[in-house]
């Protein structure tokens, strides 16, 4: 019996024995820090433990910012950001790799010194450039770098429109805009629907490999809460489920499947933008069907 006053936390008639269960699947997240938690390697950790994955992160940026936007941000050394990759995959076996905000191409060419080495990890590459917010998080030479270094390695490349045509420049047809990603050698390409044709009341993604269109996937528009942190729990959804052995095509479904859902059940922590809530199972926030 417990004394009164010192609550049981464990029934003390059973065995405390530690339960030897099987690791789940790893999933690495190379990306900056956002301190408000809405997105970058903070929303990526949610990401990874709502889908039962085990999350290893290595920092490219430290950033300053809030829920309205980014004040400043700063890149790690190269050197640093290496290391930390190397040690991570040197140690587990990693199932899948997402790699968001780099922040400087001496950063973007680190990362893809390292992958070089792990051709058979799948990595999903979020070209992140900017905030929800519009402040820059990359410097000039990323977007140079990027497609050089960073693109060949890229299993699956997730820009939205924005972001597709800053690295394409002069191109607005989306599927001449993924032709030449995938001419830079991504395999997949999923361009992002979300911040275009506002006023449509369906938003669409579009996935091409090989300047084919594979497949769309269409939801509702939710109302437009600035939402701070969908690409990064797009972009680690989708590597949660290749790293669950899912081959591309489901992946990229599940992987907006869960953002919708997510962005269906955001709330807003502080003064600005919304964040999906990865974790919607809980608290019953997840809507019946
Ligand atoms: N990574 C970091 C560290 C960020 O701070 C942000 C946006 O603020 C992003 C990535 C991109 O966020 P989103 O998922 O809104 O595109």
Known sequence: MAEEGSPLIYPANQAADVLHTIAPPTVLTIAGSDPSGGAGLQADLATIAAFGCHGAAAVTAITVQDTRNVHSFRAVAPGELADQIRAVLADIPVAAIKVGMLGSGENARAVADVLADHPDVPAVVDPVLAAEGGGSLAQEDLVEV????????ASLLTP?????RRLVPGETVDSALADELLRNGAHYVLLKGGHREREDRVVTDRLYTFGQEEASFSHPRLPDRGYHGSGCTLSTAVACALADGRDMLEAVRTGIDFTFRALRASYTPGRGQAVPNRLFHWRGWEMEE
Request: charged content about 30%; proline content about 8%.
């Open 146 to 153: 990027l497609r050089g270094t960073l693109f060949p390695r």
């Open 160 to 164: 939205n429109h924005d972001e597709a």
